[in-house]
């Protein structure tokens, strides 16, 4: 579990005295997101935030992991699978070399973000570095904790515009104790009206799509509650619901 947090403060101050700029870089696999760097007003150098690794803490019974911001997001669903648990925002990989601070940084969600939140709901605190080079922490490790303005969100889709982050806190959630999707065919006009009905109704949905004329409900919750509603619903129960969804995010 490397932590170079120094190395990279101390890289961050290099290039403020030489007034250079620098380019945060992760695992890479989101770097078609954003305004390209541009290293025409002076040298343009690389802060590699992917070798900053690991989970620094994990607290099950309190639903809260804190990582460094260059830990993959492998290696994060792993360690909350084995108890579990997981992130409720779906995060896309798009890659196996995908981090927690690239997710965090571009504020990237699954097909769950209507019900469970988007990364920003996620946040509870932050470290980072500032363009003084500066470390820097906001937030802390604790469900409620509503002191003082909330910055760690502000991190959320900034793309490091506001800081190099070092360190997150977030929350976890349970697993969902069953999940299955339901599919049928559906003309376009039509979907949108189906969706909407289905959404105001108190059951568990977690995930909906219309795609090649087919709208896919995916169910999770309690066994209980998905099993009644699907038999109430109509539609077919898809094999690989996950695998599915999973090409859905990414």
Same mark, same amino acid.
């Given at each position: 579990?490397?932590?170079?947090?120094?190395?990279?403060?101390?890289? &961050?101050?290099?290039?403020?005295?030489?007034?250079?700029?620098?380019? =945060?870089? #992760? @695992?890479?696999?989101?770097?078609?997101?954003?305004?390209?760097?541009?290293?025409?007003?002076? +040298?343009?150098?690389?802060?590699?935030?992917?070798?900053?690794?690991? =989970?620094?803490?994990?607290?099950? *019974?309190?639903?809260?992991?804190? &990582?460094?911001?260059?830990?993959?997001?492998?290696?994060?669903?792993?360690?909350? $699978?084995?108890?579990?648990?997981?992130?409720?925002?779906?995060?896309?990989?798009?890659? $196996?070399?995908?981090? =927690? @601070?690239?997710?965090?940084?571009?504020?990237?969600?699954?097909?769950?973000?209507?019900?469970?939140?988007?990364?920003?709901?996620? *946040?509870? #605190?932050?470290?980072?570095?500032?363009? %003084?080079?500066?470390?820097?922490?906001?937030?802390?490790?604790?469900?409620?904790?509503? +002191?003082?303005?909330? &910055?760690?969100?502000?991190?959320?889709?900034?793309? #490091?515009?506001?800081? *190099?982050?070092?360190?997150?806190?977030?929350?976890? /959630?349970? @697993?969902?104790?069953?999940?299955?999707?339901?599919?049928?065919?559906?003309? /376009?006009?039509? !979907?949108?009206?189906?969706?909407?009905?289905? $959404?105001?109704?108190? %059951?568990?949905?977690? +995930?909906?799509?219309?795609?090649?004329? %087919? !709208?896919?409900?995916?169910?999770?919750?309690? %066994?209980?509650?998905?099993?009644?509603? +699907?038999?109430?619903?109509?539609?077919? &129960?898809?094999?690989?619901?996950?695998?599915?969804?999973?090409?859905?995010?990414?």
């Amino acid at each position: 579990m490397p932590d170079i947090s120094q190395q990279l403060q101390e890289q &961050v101050l290099q290039a403020r005295s030489g007034k250079e700029k620098l380019s =945060i870089v #992760g @695992g890479g696999t989101k770097a078609f997101m954003g305004r390209a760097p541009s290293s025409d007003a002076g +040298a343009l150098n690389v802060l590699n935030v992917g070798e900053h690794t690991g =989970i620094v803490a994990y607290h099950p *019974v309190e639903l809260v992991m804190t &990582v460094r911001a260059g830990t993959p997001l492998s290696d994060i669903e792993a360690a909350l $699978a084995e108890q579990g648990q997981a992130l409720h925002f779906e995060p896309p990989h798009f890659g $196996a070399e995908s981090t =927690i @601070g690239g997710t965090f940084a571009c504020n990237l969600s699954g097909p769950g973000r209507p019900w469970a939140g988007s990364v920003r709901d996620q *946040v509870l #605190g932050i470290r980072l570095l500032n363009g %003084k080079g500066e470390h820097l922490r906001f937030g802390g490790e604790v469900m409620k904790n509503v +002191a003082g303005y909330d &910055v760690s969100r502000l991190q959320a889709g900034a793309l #490091g515009t506001l800081g *190099v982050m070092t360190e997150i806190s977030l929350k976890v /959630m349970p @697993g969902p104790a069953a999940s299955l999707t339901l599919v049928q065919d559906m003309a /376009m006009d039509e !979907v949108l009206h189906y969706m909407n009905s289905r $959404a105001a109704e108190p %059951k568990p949905i977690t +995930a909906a799509c219309w795609v090649d004329g %087919k !709208v896919y409900l995916r169910l999770s919750g309690a %066994k209980s509650a998905v099993e009644a509603t +699907a038999e109430k619903w109509s539609g077919d &129960v898809m094999e690989k619901g996950e695998a599915f969804w999973r090409s859905v995010q990414d």
